[in-house]
């Protein structure tokens, strides 16, 4: 039989190394992930490979005998379970079965309105790092310790049923190291109602366990944890780790697992999976593209999808999202035989191979139902999850994951829309597939074109669909909203129970916010861009231009503290606005196919595209349409603040890296002037690696236009009216320039913007999207034969613009190259935003400049007509005549 991790161990020299069921345990696939490349697939897990309910469920049981035996009665009575989404939530959930009377908790990705958060935590290698602890009882995780002096000497590590005790299937407490070390004052170590046991799927460097322990332990202290897993896969550096914990918070940690072994990765692993995994598929997409095409979802005669009323007990919790107690648990198992025949009266007689598919983190409440259609069935029933992890398929039986499913997720997640998988479903010959989802992810969604259940019916003969209320408890009161929090990768935070902490209490690390999307923030679409921002709204931060550069020239303040007055265009200036899109929308549209050519030639096909807010949120956006029209891919779009002088924002730079491959993010901004930014993103990318220790961000920008020479991507090097530039908010998503500033943007926080939702009447930022998107059909050909040139062509960085910068600088006495603002799009700035000296207009100069002389009529600024200019203008900003021209650093240029 071919093992199903040969076909990445032949091509990546990875070994699995283990007890003689290892293998019959664990598979090995490919992923896109920027920690590790490789991913261990569970035979027992039910997520990815379906397997039969009972094998799942009897996987998790038996490890919770085990703790219950190593426990002792007594222990296993006060014990509580907490398992980690997504994988280990039915898992968690079995093993409190087994342990008999433990009451569950898992952890979600799903914030829940009205229910207060009890902890969080960051897991480092995870596709979705972020977890949530919610429990309805907010005593589920505490626990009586008794006083500091009954820990000390109290520090051990078990491994209880790993190793060499551990192939039999039964813990060995007695050969646990640590496991008969005793309080020299006589006390018993070991508290009967102070143990929490923690649940994964596997455990290897332990770092996201070790850490909620650490965190739980200094709100919560506890004498003993137990630490369960299906793998024991720590690599012999890690192994010495777990009893150093153990020293170092003074109680004992033991380990349960079912198998025991560990990975060897030869050096540079993680490039080449990340190279194999590319080239798997752009190959698979080449087959596709070349091959007859798929039958897709929707097409031919529909297929109906037959809903079954479960009849749920009234108040019983889908699972352990707020905590499942042993009285929820005989509650259920009385109901499960009833729900299980509704289910079996509606399948098919001819139904051979019965699939129960889970949804995510509803992994118990599936499994349960499958469970009870073994025993009802004479089929053959099998039990598997969708999930949000992406993960390689690859058709070979040497390989874990065969074939997936796509489709858009359907519960309206926090951290917007994405894609969801369903593995090894399609081509399994399943006869019938249940489709077991709770009420929340019932939307339109899942019914859509697109959706799971369209996907899963060309496999399958029947699609059934039962639905379990998602359960909030009855006493959730409204959430208290707060300041955005973050934190690094691998951390842990429980906040405190208390109102205000103790002022000598150090406030430990907090999550990483989720992006900000429209329409709650910004007027763009959930699914064009997730802003890595925090609302500053309600916030007042603007002042007359005069005023705020006052402050800032005698304050010392820095531009970034503050806002200048949102700039009201009048009807001449907007129709100036329409005309000149009209005119360049065309353009435009060709400069965005040819710098999005050229990122997914150069980049990869799948580039994360990262815009500088704001001035490149509009053309990210309009990338990711030029992607999906012409290649049919949607490519994920972020935006960040980067200030002058400060840099960019390293909390997004962590959430990016939390969740995607650095080496995948594609910086976009709107256009170069004289490089300013590109230098600045250039430094702050390597300060951030350095001091975070993250690498492979590549601090290159893509624009859409480089009249200054500055940069390697581009979509056109010349210098003209790019309309976007011509009004603030109103064509950016009604979204302010960014702010940083000290009382507003603590050191876990992204930086800040405001949402300017009273100019929704004014506002023109899809009426810019869709007149440019209209217009990419036509200009298809120019941008084949564009890319075709730019691909080929010498396109290093010429910086020509800053020779002419450090030129007009001098001849006109300024002597700073910060108050000479090249280019339309940055001259359209100073007149917006600042207090302008003068203009030069370049000789002959049309209607790429007529929104620059109505402005500069308005303002009164003078406009000079000069010859040899490498830009078609620049804005000139002196201080001598202004009050707050700001330098490099963005505070206040004295004159000279």
């Known amino acids: 039989m071919v093992w199903s991790g040969s076909w990445v161990a ?127 009882d907010p005593d589920l995780l505490t626990g009586d310790a008794g006083d500091a002096g009954d820990v000390v000497g109290a520090g051990g590590a078990g491994d209880a049923g790993t190793g060499d005790a551990g192939t039999d299937g039964t813990a060995h407490p007695a050969d646990a190291t640590g496991a008969d070390l005793a309080d020299p004052t006589g006390a018993d170590p070991v508290s009967a109602d102070a143990v929490l046991v923690l649940v994964d799927d596997e455990f290897s460097t332990g770092n996201t366990v070790l850490n909620t322990i650490r965190a739980l332990h200094e709100r919560y202290p506890r004498n003993r944890y137990v630490i369960v897993a299906l793998a024991d896969m720590r690599s012999p550096a890690d192994r010495g780790r777990l009893a150093d914990f153990a020293a170092e918070i003074g109680a004992r940690v033991d380990l349960v697992a079912r198998n025991a072994g560990t990975v060897r990765l030869p050096d540079g692993v993680l490039e080449k999976g990340q190279a194999l995994v590319a080239a798997e598929e752009a190959a698979q997409d080449l087959a596709q593209s070349a091959g007859p095409a798929a039958p897709q979802p929707g097409s031919g005669a529909p297929r109906p999808c037959t ?43 001819t139904a051979r191979r019965v699939l129960v598919l889970g949804f995510e983190e509803l992994m118990y409440a599936p499994l349960r139902l499958g469970t ?37 997720a359907h519960d309206d997640p926090a951290d917007g829309p994405g894609a969801r998988y369903a593995y090894n479903v399609a081509g399994a010959g399943f006869d019938a597939v249940v489709a077991v989802v709770d009420s929340t992810a019932d ?24 639905v379990v209320p998602s359960y909030v408890p009855a006493d959730a009161t409204p959430a208290v909203s707060g300041p955005s929090t973050a934190s690094v990768p691998s951390t842990a935070s429980f906040p405190s129970p208390v109102p205000s902490p103790s002022p000598d209490r150090q406030e430990e690390p907090r999550m990483l916010s989720e992006p900000l999307r429209g329409p709650a923030f910004s007027s763009y679409a959930p699914d064009e861009v997730g802003w890595l921002l925090q609302d500053l709204s309600d916030t007042e931060l603007e002042a007359p231009t005069e005023e705020r550069e006052e402050a800032i020239q005698s304050g010392g303040a820095h531009y970034a503290e503050s806002l200048p007055v949102e700039y009201q265009p009048s009807d001449q200036y907007q129709d100036l606005f329409k005309a000149a899109l009209d005119l360049s929308a065309a353009r435009i549209a060709r400069a965005v196919g040819a710098v999005t050519e050229t990122v997914l030639a150069e980049r990869g096909p799948r580039p994360v595209l990262v815009s500088l807010a704001r001035a490149g949120t509009p053309v990210g956006v309009l990338m990711r349409r030029w992607a999906r029209h012409r290649h049919g891919v949607d490519l994920p779009h972020y935006a960040v603040s980067i200030v002058r002088g400060r840099g960019i924002d390293a909390n997004a730079l962590r959430w990016l890296a939390a969740h995607h491959n ?32 993250t690498e492979g961000f590549n601090p290159e920008i893509a624009v859409l236009a480089d009249p200054g020479g500055c940069v390697r991507t581009y979509g056109t090097r010349e210098d003209f009216l790019i309309p976007s530039a011509c009004l603030n908010s109103t064509v950016s998503g009604l979204i302010s320039r960014t702010v940083l500033r000290s009382d507003l943007v603590g050191p876990d926080d992204f930086h800040g913007a405001k949402f300017y939702r009273e100019l929704a009447g004014s506002d023109v930022s899809g009426h810019f999207l869709d007149t440019v998107a209209d217009r990419f059909g036509e200009v298809a050909d120019a941008v084949d034969a564009d890319a075709k040139e730019l691909l080929t062509a010498d396109r290093a960085p010429t910086w020509e613009g800053w020779a002419a910068v450090e030129r007009i600088s001098e001849e006109y006495g300024i002597h700073d190259v910060n ?9 359209t700035r100073v007149l917006l935003r600042r207090v302008p000296w003068k203009i030069l207009a370049k000789r002959g100069a049309g209607a790429d400049l007529e929104h620059i002389r109505l402005l500069a009529e308005q303002r009164g600024v003078p406009v000079e007509e000069v010859d040899d200019l490498p830009y078609t203008c620049v804005g000139l900003i002196h201080p001598k005549y202004t009050r707050g021209a700001t330098g490099a650093d963005g505070k206040a240029v004295e004159s000279k």
């Open 443 to 466: 939307t339109p969604g899942l019914h859509a074109p697109d959706g799971l259940l369209a996907r899963l019916a060309p496999h399958t003969g029947q699609v059934l669909l039962a």
């Open 819 to 827: 108050l000479v603002k090249p280019g339309v799009g940055e001259t």
């Open 662 to 693: 650095p080496a995948d993010v594609v910086f976009v901004d709107g256009w170069t002037g004289k490089g300013a930014i590109t230098r600045e993103l250039a430094a702050a990318i390597a300060e951030f690696e350095e001091a975070d220790g």
């Open 10 to 136: 032949e091509r990546l020299g990875v070994e699995l190394v283990g007890d003689a069921e290892l293998r019959e345990l664990l598979g090995l696939a490919l992923r896109r992930n920027p920690k590790r490349a490789h991913l261990l697939v569970s035979h027992v897990l039910g997520k990815h490979v379906p397997q039969y309910p009972s094998v799942v469920y009897g996987a998790g049981f038996q490890l919770g005998r085990r703790v219950r035996e190593l426990l002792g009665e007594a222990g296993a009575r006060h014990a509580v379970v907490l398992g980690y989404a997504e994988t280990a939530t039915g898992l968690g959930h079995a093993v409190a079965d087994g342990l008999g009377t433990a009451p569950y908790l898992h952890s979600t990705r799903r914030p829940v309105a009205g229910v207060a958060r009890a902890g969080g935590f960051e897991e480092s290698h995870s596709h979705a790092t972020s977890h949530l602890l919610l429990p309805e």
């Open 307 to 349: 809903r079954v009323d479960l009849r749920w007990p009234a108040d019983l919790p889908d699972g352990g999202r707020h905590g499942f107690t042993p009285e929820h648990r005989a509650r259920l198992e009385a109901a499960l035989p009833a729900m299980a025949d509704r289910i079996a009266a509606e399948l098919d007689d």
């Open 372 to 408: 009870a259609l073994e025993d009802r069935l004479d089929a053959e029933v099998r039990y598997s999850t969708t999930t949000r992890s992406p993960v390689l398929a690859v058709d070979d039986p040497g390989y874990a994951i065969r074939t997936r499913l796509v489709f858009p």
